[in-house]
């Protein structure tokens, strides 16, 4: 077996090339990501100029999972994150509104971190929340039933210690 033996500057110029070429493959490539802010079940990724979290919102909506999970009868499991994504390009259709949970890829879409009102801020962020926690913990589901959990959780908690029934008597008319 013969060899073909090339002299060593043409060796040497090729490797250079070789990691010249390297070097500018890594260079093209998109930085890592990193969350503007993350917890122990969330990554929320987003503009921190013109998004905000107060303090303990993290620790709150960490709660908030384990809550729900526990209404749900089950524990969080080990490897629960969610991602959630602050962007105007909502992959979901519109009908669905600003915000939504993506089963394909468990992210939460968002347009604004401060969708939800004044009285119950993140509450759209909650609702979401619970899409994501009931996917975990059961699978998917129907749409009627997401949604009511998602709406029951979301405005008025997970602890059933903590919520005021509101009055029923009077808001219907039985009468015939």
Sequence with gaps: MSYIRLPRSRVLRCLRHSYLFAFALMACQDPAEHAAWSSKYLSIFGDTDTEQLCEGSLTQLDRFVEQAFDFLGENVPTDFN????????????????NACFRVKDRTIY?????????VRPLST????IVHAVAYAAWGSSTPFFQEGLAEALADRGVNPVNVTPS??????????
């Excluded at 962020?125 to 979401?128: D, I, N, V």
């Excluded at 009055?167 to 039985?174: I, K, Q, T, Y």
């Design 125 to 128: 962020l909650r609702h979401e």
């Design 110 to 118: 968002m347009e604004s971190l401060r969708l939800g009102d004044e």
């Design 167 to 176: 009055p029923v008597v009077g808001s219907f008319n039985l009468a015939s």
């Design 82 to 97: 969610v991602k959630v994504r602050i962007t105007n390009d909502l992959p979901c259709s519109s009908a669905l509104g």
